[in-house]
């Protein structure tokens, strides 16, 4: 599948990787409608991006929502062949906090979001994929998951976050082998320490110290980076099933 052919729902897509992922396939010739429900970081995105976006306000844990969204998003497109699953939040916090344990609403909030989030949107978008044309390989589509290299080595005040993370490359494999009948492919993609908007916003000390801790080579890695290796796996057949750590040799020590 190549990426001038892409017609793709990109969520999480109004800003960071999401949205590098946009501006890459978009320069490639595809087209992307975006899930996310910040508005106004939307209204500036598909201004920066033109008629090739679309924007469609959606919050990835509501399961009628998804539902409703990608079936919008099959009708302004002509079909989806592409999902890039990138809508996530952090949740950070110790399990057993200062004042008082974590509330079970806060560990499921990231479980809710990360990894149902990516549930929803792959099963509805594989619901849809399995009636596109096939091409040489019998592919109908691809659908691309972002977990993080805190499913491997997570970090104190991570638990509720790493958890999520793990449950989208647990379910990585398994999905991909049942959507085998029916030609979609599904890949994980576990990011490093990445130049999104949350860590562009701290002290510039912060960002060397992160950078600094990556072996090879030495810095934040770059959304685009990451763009690079989703256009990689969406021209790519024959990767299916397997995750690919994005980190530059990074291991994450305890805290």
Known sequence: MKT?????????GVSGLGLACAKRIISDGGI???????QAAADAAIN?????AHFIKTDVSNESNVEQSCQQAAELMD?????????????AGRVLGRDAPMA?????KAIQINLIGSFNISKTVANI????????DGQRGVIINTASIAAYEGQIGQA?????KAGIIGMTLPMAREFTRIGVRVMTIAPGVFMTPMVSG????VKQALGDAVPFPSRLGMPAEFADTAAHIIDNTYLNGSVIRLDGAIRLQAK
Do not use: H
């Not at 994929?129 to 040489?136: C, K, S, T």
């Open 202 to 205: 701290m002290p510039d000390k």
């Open 129 to 136: 994929m399995q009636n596109n044309q096939a091409d040489d």
């Open 4 to 12: 001038k052919n892409i017609k793709a729902i990109i969520t999480g």
């Open 48 to 52: 920066e991006l033109g008629n090739r």
């Open 160 to 164: 509720a976050y790493s958890a999520s």
């Open 32 to 38: 992307v409608t975006l899930f996310d429900i910040n």
């Open 79 to 91: 079909g989806i062949n592409v999902a890039i699953n990138c809508a996530g939040v952090l949740s």
């Open 104 to 108: 079970t609403d806060y560990f499921s």
